[in-house]
Nanobody
């Protein structure tokens, strides 16, 4: 069982940066694949980024070159550094963990989800 808590969201101007954090409970964090997803009002939840147990990284085309995912197994945490933010990045951002086999963009393959943290980018 894993409990995930996101933080770091907020209001930022276009072109600005935010760093999201996801703190995970449990003693097996290093064995989880971790992902970030987002959902804007009236839209489907979409994949943002993922990092495997061995720190392979995957990104949605819309955030490549602007967002960076990382993990710190000693702190049971995963991060999402978001630079050059755009108004279209506005969404509720979720952290998720999978315990079997990482399929980065498949939200149905993740076993645990946080409650989300709101990111709002003003133009």
């Amino acid at each position: 069982q894993a409990h995930l808590v996101e933080s770091g969201g907020g209001l930022v101007q276009a072109g600005g940066s935010l760093r999201l954090s996801c703190a995970a409970s449990g003693r097996t964090f290093s064995s989880y694949g971790m992902g970030w997803f987002r959902q804007a009002p009236g839209k489907e939840r979409e994949f943002v980024a993922a990092i495997s147990r061995t720190s392979s990284k995957y990104y949605a085309d819309s955030v490549k070159g602007r967002f960076t995912i990382s993990r710190d197994n000693a702190k049971n945490a995963v991060y999402l550094q978001m630079n050059s933010l755009k108004p279209e990045d506005t969404a509720l951002y979720y952290c998720a963990a999978e315990t079997t086999a990482l399929v980065p963009g498949r939200d149905d393959r993740y076993d645990y989800w946080g409650q989300g943290t709101q990111v709002t980018v003003s133009s």
